[in-house]
């Protein structure tokens, strides 16, 4: 009964017309940290090939920001391969910059690498008074995975580095040069509309933070009872169930800072 009911989901699945996602994130001290809305629309479908476009709106460490992508997947019989590439806007200070990305999955694993480049330069800063700041050039690599019996939940791990002398990556006033952080996470999905997880993220200079977020997954053409049945879960982690799945990078502008010069 379950794998025909998995079945008719991924059936429904193909015949979607996009995906959109809310989140909401709060810290240790369960005080909002994040908000995002996301929306992937398929511009050109095919068998063995997706191309589409992901945009974002997203509130985070007080700044108000968007992104906006467009890429490619190439579907195997085992695998996919993805590129894609980002232009982000930080909307509240001017701040900008282009990502590129690369994707890796099959049946209930997900890798993904992405890169971070700068377009915008100095700007004097809101954060810290007599200092400027601007977009860090960065990258890192992510990876998330399920256990075939049980894929409701799933385990995540993350690298990331930036590069500058005075780098915020874990806020204004904890700069460091150059820092790095590792990344790992766990989720919960009772059922394909609702997703449960909480991060917890350190820094290589001991710095650390936690989140704790609520993702309300929406999938646009698919029926409302299929994305609250359970049994459909075991359908999202495979490949064919993950085909329109959003693609996993820091949709965060991280902020290098430098002392004003004197003229």
């Known amino acids: 009964m379950a794998s ?4 008719s989901y991924l059936q429904q699945w193909f015949s979607r017309v996009g995906n959109s996602r809310i989140q909401l994130d709060v810290d240790e001290s369960f005080a909002l940290k994040n908000s995002q809305v996301d929306l992937l629309v398929p511009l050109y479908d095919q068998k063995n090939k997706l191309l589409f476009t992901q945009g974002s709106l997203h509130r985070t460490n007080e700044r108000m920001q968007t992104n906006l992508g467009l890429g490619m997947r190439w579907f195997q019989p085992d695998y996919m391969l993805g590129a894609n590439s980002f232009l982000d806007y930080d909307l509240s200070r001017s701040h ?3 990502g590129l990305g690369v994707e890796y999955r099959r049946d209930y694993l997900k890798l993904a690498a992405n890169s971070y480049h700068r377009l915008s330069g100095w700007k004097d800063s809101k ?3 007599d200092y400027q700041e601007r977009a860090a050039n960065g990258w890192d690599i992510r990876s998330e995975a399920w256990l075939p019996s049980y894929p409701h939940v799933g385990a995540k791990l993350s690298y990331e580095q930036y590069y500058g002398d005075e780098v915020g990556l874990f806020g204004s006033d904890k700069r460091r040069a150059n820092p790095q952080a590792v990344t790992a996470g766990l989720s919960y999905t009772p059922f394909p509309l609702l997703t449960i997880n909480a991060e917890r993220r350190r820094g290589t200079s001991d710095e650390r933070d936690s989140k704790i977020g609520l993702q309300l997954n929406y999938q646009l053409g698919t029926a409302w ?7 459909n ?3 999202l982690r495979t490949l064919q169930g993950s085909r329109y799945d959003f693609v996993d990078r820091n949709n965060n502008i991280v902020l290098e800072y430098r002392k004003k010069r004197n003229h």
Do not use: E, G, M
């Open 4 to 7: 025909a009911t998995a079945s």
């Open 96 to 98: 900008s910059r282009i």
């Open 127 to 129: 954060d810290l008074d």
């Open 225 to 231: 009872q299929q994305q609250i049945n359970p049994d």
């Open 233 to 235: 879960v075991s359908a």
